[in-house]
Each structure stands twice: as structure tokens, then as C-alpha cells.
């Protein structure tokens, strides 16, 4: 079982930069969400996604954006990156059914030089 | 705010021992509460959640934790320790909106020593 996926696993940007990380799941569930975890500070919610067709900012959005493509896909966007968003990246997913039971993908580790 | 505050940031045991970490909550309603653990470089694994059906959860690996309303507390166990279990675990609560996101407390790595 896939669950969810992450992909890169691993990037480095120079300041300025754009990417996006891609983020899908096959759970068929309805919430999905981006955190960022950084030493000594747990996990922070950057944004997330109540169903499809809906997204909404979590504690730390600001140079962040991001997409519901459709169920299964949720993408988050680094405009312009900058060194403050050096961090590991985690996909996520849940649904009612399932508990609200929190599926993690592996992680993105970017840094931004 | 849910919330979650996780004491100890660091707790080492001797393999065999007992473990304890210790988490304490704030929120406004009855929680849902949660126990994850990361091993390095991987993502996060539940081991147990709290939903008000039983104050004492058993999760995966011999993990435990006991929900204590007059504490406010939700304390992880595990009676003994293996070299297994070094791993960085973190408590979170289940926000009211948001998606049914979660609040996370800062984690507590475990060290265990033969």
C-alpha cells in the first residue's frame, strides 16, 4: 500500500527560487495537509484541505501557496524561496471514516541555500 | 486553542526500563488525543489515539497511555524498553476546525542504553 507519496524526497534551492512539491494519496481521503517540522519546534500545519475544492491557511502560510488538484492530490508552492524555509516537509491525509486517523508521507527535505 | 506540552525534551532509560513520556493538554472540549513516533529520517507513525471511548489506550509496539481528564494529562508507557524504541515521539491534539488538523507538542527523543 502506497498511502501517501512525496516526491522530491530531497532538494536544494537558491534563494529566489521556485518549486513545488507534489503530494498525492490513495486512501481516498478527504483532508490532506502540508506541515514543516524543524528542530525543537514539532510539527507547524502550513495549510490544508478540508475536502476538494477547498484549501485554507494553517499557523504558518506566508510564502507558501497551494493546490487541490483533485482527491488524491495536494501540492504546495515556494514562489520565492528563502533560507527560513529550510526544512523537512510532510504530506498528509485523514478521514472521518478512518478516525481521523493522520497518514504521514515520508518527508521533503529542502534546503535553501 | 488545543494544545498539547510535551515535558522533556530529551529522556533516556536503561533497555528493560520503563519508559514515560509525559504530555499534558489544554483544550476547551474533550480531546482527541494522539501518540506518534518518527524514526530518523522517516515520517510519522501512529502508535495510539484517544477518541473517549476508554481512558486507557493500547497502541502498537507494547506502547500504552492513560487519559487523565483531572490531570489533563495523556502519558505514554511502555513497561520495558527496548533498543527499538529510540525514536523521537510527539503528542498531539486534534483541532475543532481546521480539518480536524493536528496540534503537535515539540517531541521528546527517547535514548535507550544497553
Known amino acids: 500500500n502506497a498511502g501517501v507519496t512525496q516526491t522530491p524526497k530531497f532538494q536544494v534551492l537558491k534563494t529566489g527560487q521556485s518549486m513545488t512539491l507534489q503530494c498525492a494519496q490513495d486512501?481516498?481521503?478527504?483532508?490532506m495537509y502540508w506541515y514543516r517540522q524543524d528542530p525543537g519546534m514539532g510539527l507547524r500545519l502550513i495549510y490544508y484541505?478540508?475536502?476538494?475544492?477547498?484549501?485554507d491557511k494553517g499557523e504558518v502560510p506566508n510564502g507558501y501557496n497551494v493546490s487541490r488538484l483533485n482527491k488524491r492530490e495536494f501540492s504546495l508552492r515556494l514562489e520565492s524561496a528563502a533560507p527560513s524555509q529550510t526544512s523537512v516537509y510532510f504530506c498528509?491525509?485523514?478521514?472521518?471514516?478512518?478516525?481521523?486517523?493522520?497518514?504521514f508521507g515520508e518527508g521533503s527535505w529542502l534546503t535553501v541555500v | 486553542a488545543q494544545s498539547v506540552t510535551q515535558l522533556g525534551s530529551h529522556v533516556s532509560v536503561s533497555e528493560g526500563a520503563l519508559v514515560l513520556l509525559r504530555c499534558n493538554y489544554s483544550?476547551?472540549?474533550?480531546?482527541?488525543l494522539f501518540w506518534y513516533v518518527q524514526y530518523p529520517n522517516q515520517g510519522l507513525q501512529l502508535l495510539l489515539k484517544y477518541t473517549s471511548a476508554a481512558t486507557l489506550v493500547k497502541g502498537i509496539n507494547g506502547f500504552e497511555a492513560e487519559f487523565k481528564k483531572s490531570e489533563t494529562s495523556f502519558h505514554l508507557t511502555k513497561p520495558s524498553a527496548h533498543m527499538s524504541d529510540a525514536a523521537e515521539y510527539f503528542c498531539a491534539v486534534s483541532r475543532l476546525r481546521s480539518g480536524y488538523a493536528l496540534n503537535f507538542g515539540k517531541g521528546t527523543s527517547l535514548l535507550v542504553t544497553p
Open positions: 486512501m481516498n481521503h478527504n483532508s
Open positions: 483544550s476547551s472540549v474533550p480531546p482527541y
Open positions: 498528509a491525509s485523514s478521514d472521518y471514516r478512518d478516525g481521523n486517523t493522520i497518514y
Open positions: 484541505s478540508a475536502s476538494e475544492g477547498t484549501t
